[in-house]
């Protein structure tokens, strides 16, 4: 199919046929759109991840498309990427809000006996988070990742303390 003429609604019925190049003229198209628009809405840090999340959810959602305005749906999309992130974030800070309360009241025994249930690296991070009191940022330079994969790390971590938690009480 050549791209260069169609219209966005013509490449969206050519994505919802299977056409991969479809994918790809949209993108040159409106990429720009859709990480201004993240950009402007989130913190710079995640950007990447919902900038790429745009584009996945316009393939997983292709058939959700009922011919409306293309550009009208994607910012649509985009909206709700933005709500899910802020939803998503305000019920991990409450979780770890919650957890760490409980880690705290927890003597220092207490907690390494909890904390080296978990694997090494985990128990390790979990430590430097709540002993140490290290930030994201900080624990991100030194684990050499994004703050986004060691935000989801240490809520895994979490989760798991949680549940073995409350298994004891």
């Known amino acids: ?21 479809a994918l790809v003229a949209l993108y040159e198209r409106h990429a720009n759109k859709v990480w ?24 997983e959602k292709k058939n959700m498309w009922g011919n409306q305005p293309f550009v009208l749906w994607l910012y649509v ?11 998503d974030e305000k019920v991990e800070k409450r979780m770890l809000e919650r957890i760490s309360f409980n880690l705290e009241t ?9 904390v080296s249930k978990l694997s090494p690296d985990s128990s390790k991070l979990i ?18 990742m ?4 060691l935000r989801k790390r240490l809520s895994r971590a979490i989760n ?10």
């Open 106 to 114: 927890i003597s220092g025994d207490r907690f390494d006996e909890i």
């Open 160 to 169: 798991i303390l949680k549940k073995g938690e409350s298994h004891e009480r």
């Open 77 to 87: 999309l985009l909206r709700n990427i933005v709500i899910d992130f802020y939803r």
């Open 36 to 59: 201004s628009y993240l950009k402007k809405r989130v913190p710079s840090d995640r950007v990447d991840d919902l900038f790429q999340d745009c584009f996945v959810k316009i393939v």
């Open 146 to 149: 994004s703050e986004v994969s």
């Open 1 to 21: 199919m050549k791209t260069t003429k169609c219209s966005d609604e013509d490449l969206m019925k050519a994505l919802q046929q299977g056409d991969p190049s």
């Open 127 to 144: 430590k430097e988070y709540f002993n140490e009191g290290l930030s994201y940022k900080e624990l991100s330079d030194r684990y050499k």
